[in-house]
């Protein structure tokens, strides 16, 4: 038998194992639930992988809540897409970043303000998928009440989904989120003095 034979040998054996192992957790993966999802971390990607989350379910006719917190002075190109989409209510802070607007008590009125939106769309049994984007500052700086936001979060109808991003999430958003995902930051351009590229970074 030749290396390559050999070698093409090998490797249907180790896929056959391969696939009797995921099959065999596909097998065993039996609840359907709700999931919470927390992007966190220094990373760049968290909201962009949050709204691609959203573009599938939308691609799959689900409804979808939108609340971003922090942004609104820059035309985003996420809300351009979704803002007048029959199947996303989508709602924006439009305030800023906190290092703009430098005002702590108009801040938090605008924070409290938006959670109100936030808490009905979690209220919402025909709210399929609900994404919170840079809700992690809100509880980080102390604009929300960070128990009231857990309630929300563990008390919304059961097979709603929930996608939260925003870097250093609290230890009680992953304690009680079902899948946790960290983005590491090796390199960014912006530090190198890139400008922030439209499509790409907003």
């Known amino acids: 038998m030749s290396k390559q034979n ?3 040998e090998r490797h249907k054996k180790a896929m056959e194992r391969k696939k009797a192992h995921i099959d065999g957790k ?12 927390v992007l966190t971390g220094n990373g760049k990607g968290k909201s962009s992988s949050a709204f691609g989350m959203l573009a599938r379910s939308v691609g ?5 809540g939108v609340i971003q917190f922090i942004k609104g002075v820059w035309e985003t190109g996420e809300h351009l897409l979704f803002q007048d989409h029959p199947q996303v209510e989508f709602h924006v802070m439009n305030t800023g970043f906190t290092w703009e607007t430098q005002d702590r008590e108009a801040d938090i009125a605008a924070a409290v303000a938006t959670w109100e939106k ?7 049994k025909d709210v399929d998928v609900v994404l919170l984007d840079e809700l992690t500052y809100m509880l980080t700086y102390g604009y929300l009440d960070k128990e009231m936001v857990i309630s929300a979060l563990e008390n919304r109808p059961p097979m709603q989904h929930v996608i939260v991003t925003g870097r250093s999430a609290s230890k009680e958003l992953i304690e009680i989120a079902d899948t946790v995902t960290e983005l590491g930051e090796s390199k960014h351009a ?5 400008k922030v590229q439209k499509g790409i970074d907003y």
């Open 6 to 8: 050999d070698r093409n």
């Open 26 to 37: 596909i097998a065993q993966a039996t609840i359907d639930k709700g999931l919470m999802i």
């Open 60 to 64: 799959h006719g689900l409804r979808c």
């Open 118 to 124: 936030a808490a009905e769309l979690l209220n919402n």
């Open 190 to 194: 912006f530090y190198d003095g890139v």
